[in-house]
């Protein structure tokens, strides 16, 4: 069983499109988080969500938007799609908010061109 | 607000070889600290983790990684490598605590591994 999946893995678009990357968790976790890692496969937290609330956004453009339905899921919509946003998105999910380990998805490999 | 600094962006060693991958923390408050791993085409994956405790810790496939608080360090330790040990591997620390964990993960830059047959 997959416990924190992603879909699509792939996404090719052109600019100025909307796209969006959805992920789902069955591991019970109620907090799920976005990272972004670029092309120098460096990694940086973009959102966290607790049980369905934004927890924190830090410093992402507003054309990202993520929203989710439930505990166990946390899609990442972006509008406007701009070359500088081609990286791997990962979705990872925690149990609560006391700093413990993460669980990470496969990743989404978007390529805006 | 809490950083990360890995200090060998690219490692190469022979198959045999012991491995130590440095890892230096900044933060004002207590941290749980982590190694992740992500090989090629593949997510990140735990290696091992500090909470408390013994700070010598054991993870997955014979790695192993020591705290060591007066040096903010957690380096990574393997004493014999293979070649499937090719990888990138991540530092990662986490404010300990109650909302601590809201910020995510803070990561290093990460430490391209590639073990030579």
């Known amino acids: 069983d997959t416990a924190v999946s992603q879909t699509p893995k792939y996404l090719v678009t052109q600019m100025g499109n909307d796209k969006s990357i959805k992920c789902e968790q069955n591991?019970?976790?109620?907090?799920m988080y976005w990272y972004k890692q670029d092309s120098k496969k460096f990694l940086k937290i973009m959102f966290s969500y607790n049980n369905k609330e934004l927890i924190i956004n830090e410093t992402v453009p507003n054309r990202f938007s993520p929203k989710s339905p439930d505990k166990a899921h946390l899609n990442l919509h972006i509008n406007s799609l701009e070359l500088g946003d081609s990286a791997v998105y990962f979705c990872a999910s925690s149990q609560g908010l006391a700093g413990l380990e993460q669980y990470f998805g496969p990743g989404t490999r978007l390529t805006v061109t | 607000a809490q950083s990360v600094s890995q200090h060998n962006h690219h490692v190469i060693l022979s198959e045999a070889a012991s491995l130590e991958l440095g890892c230096n923390y900044s933060y004002g408050g207590t941290v749980n600290l982590f190694w992740y791993v992500q090989y090629p085409g593949q997510h990140l994956q735990l290696l091992l983790k500090?909470?408390?405790?013994?700070?010598l810790v054991k993870g997955i496939k014979g790695f192993e990684a020591e705290f060591i608080k007066s040096k903010f360090s957690f380096n990574l330790r393997k004493p014999s490598v293979q070649w499937s040990d090719t990888a990138e591997y991540f530092c990662?620390?986490?404010?300990?605590?109650?909302?601590?964990?809201?910020?995510?993960?803070?990561f290093g830059k990460g430490t391209h591994l590639i073990i030579q047959p």
């Open positions: 591991l019970g976790h109620d907090t």
């Open positions: 500090y909470f408390s405790g013994d700070p």
């Open positions: 990662a620390v986490n404010a300990r605590g109650s909302g601590g964990g809201a910020d995510g993960l803070t």
